[in-house]
């Protein structure tokens, strides 16, 4: 079993960069891939970026040379810097792992941009 608690979301201006951190309650060496998604209002959620602990790394078309996902797993933490932020990124933001067959979420974290 592992918690995962989102931070570092906010209000921001367009253009702007906002730093979301993922925190997990154990080790994620173990952790193969670990996702961050997001739900905007009226929308279905979708994933936004994925990183594995050989590196590889995806985004999604929209979020491309904007957002870096990254992992520290000396800290047990996945992050997702994002810059030139658009009002079109307002979402709650969420990062999901899946261990042993288990899915599992955080509470999420509120993003907001302003245009």
């Known amino acids: 079993q592992v918690q995962l608690v989102e931070s570092g979301g906010g209000l921001v201006q367009a253009g702007g960069s906002l730093r979301l951190s993922c925190a997990a309650s154990?080790?994620?060496?173990?952790?193969?891939?670990m996702r961050w998604h997001r739900q905007a209002p009226g929308k279905q959620r979708e994933l936004v970026a994925v990183?594995?602990?050989?590196?590889?790394?995806n985004y999604a078309d929209s979020v491309k040379d904007r957002f870096t996902i990254s992992r520290d797993n000396a800290k047990d933490t996945v992050y997702l810097q994002m810059n030139s932020l658009k009002p079109d990124d307002t979402a709650v933001y969420y990062c999901?792992?899946?261990?042993?067959?288990?899915?599992?979420w955080g509470q999420g974290t509120q993003v907001t941009v302003s245009s």
């Open positions: 999901r792992v899946v261990v042993v067959g288990y899915e599992y």
């Open positions: 154990r080790s994620i060496l173990s952790i193969n891939v």
């Open positions: 990183i594995t602990t050989s590196g590889s790394i």
